[in-house]
């Protein structure tokens, strides 16, 4: 397996003490407790060390991993994060997904040397080889991002409510 990194910064810490008094058991919650501004994540997949899998090995809130964890994956696989959204398609802003304090995050793929648009393709659609995988990733909701990264690839025709769908994968 190549080795790929995926930086991860936090951005801003938001806090909106209104809804926490309006909605709140502890009205004073406050901001967040786990990240701090400025702090980075250093992520690395290769054959000798997966952190995503580790989820960093449990210093990463789980409510937050769970809100950028796709955007990481796809940064670790060599693959376009969002492009055509942000002016880098090597990075993507997103957050948490606690409504009263939220965590701004940065997401960004670091690369060794430039990787050239073919290989970032084969990355991403080598993870979904396997299409009845995919139809079921696709039909639960989860990794709908993919279908941003590997544009113009495959052609998905699903029924409306996403319960079933066929995949024909194009080649580059």
């Known amino acids: 397996m190549k080795k790929r990194q995926c930086k991860i910064t936090v951005l801003r810490k938001e806090l909106y003490p209104d809804l926490q008094r309006q909605y709140l058991a502890d009205p004073e919650s406050g901001p967040c407790p786990i990240f701090e501004v400025g702090q980075e ?42 492009d055509g959204w942000t002016k880098d398609e090597k990075v993507m802003i997103a957050c948490c997904n606690d409504g009263t304090r939220p965590v701004i995050f940065k ?3 670091l690369d060794g040397k430039e990787q050239n648009k073919k290989e970032r393709q084969k990355s991403c659609l080598s993870f979904f080889a396997d299409q009845s995988r995919f139809c079921q990733m696709i039909s639960s909701g989860f990794l709908l991002f993919r279908l941003l990264a590997i544009k113009n690839l495959i052609r998905i025709p699903c029924s409306q409510n996403l319960r079933s769908c066929s995949v024909s994968i194009f080649p580059p």
Do not use: P
Request: with cysteine; hydrophobic share 40%; aromatic share 16%.
């Open 41 to 82: 994540f250093l992520l690395e997949r290769s054959d000798a060390r997966d952190d995503f899998w580790h989820m960093l090995d449990g210093k990463f809130c789980s409510e937050a991993w769970d809100c950028i964890s796709r955007y990481v994956y796809t940064a670790l696989q060599g693959g376009s994060i969002m």
């Open 107 to 109: 997401i960004e793929r």
